[in-house]
């Protein structure tokens, strides 16, 4: 079955950077567009970031030009790399495909 386990999630201080993985099994990965989601104390939960099988990419605006997201097909793992990180980043993000979703990791950035 459809497994997605993220990882790389922790606390870190304003201005600071992460990177999160999600390690994607039982599905063809290169095949599928993979997503970042996030969602925070108190809110619904919002679209960060997503990666087509072809590499293209789409962000929110507001983690544009801070957050990368992206893939490796060999490693059936995509990232998303956040810089310049801001408190009001702190959130667990989940990793998403079509109707999966892992289970998150939680991001808390201090001020």
């Known amino acids: 079955q459809v497994q997605l386990v993220e990882s790389g999630g922790g606390l870190v201080q304003a201005g600071g950077s992460l990177r999160l993985s999600c390690a994607a099994s039982g599905f063809i990965f290169r095949l599928n567009a993979m997503g970042w989601y996030r969602q925070a104390p108190g809110k619904q939960r919002e679209l960060v970031a997503t990666?087509?099988?072809?590499?293209?990419?789409n962000y929110a605006d507001s983690v544009k030009g801070r957050f990368i997201i992206s893939r490796d097909n060999a490693k059936n793992t995509v990232y998303l790399q956040m810089n310049s990180l801001k408190p009001e980043d702190t959130a667990v993000y989940y990793c998403?495909?079509?109707?999966?979703w892992g289970k998150g990791t939680l991001v808390t950035v201090s001020s």
């Open positions: 990666v087509t099988s072809g590499g293209s990419t």
């Open positions: 998403n495909t079509r109707l999966h």
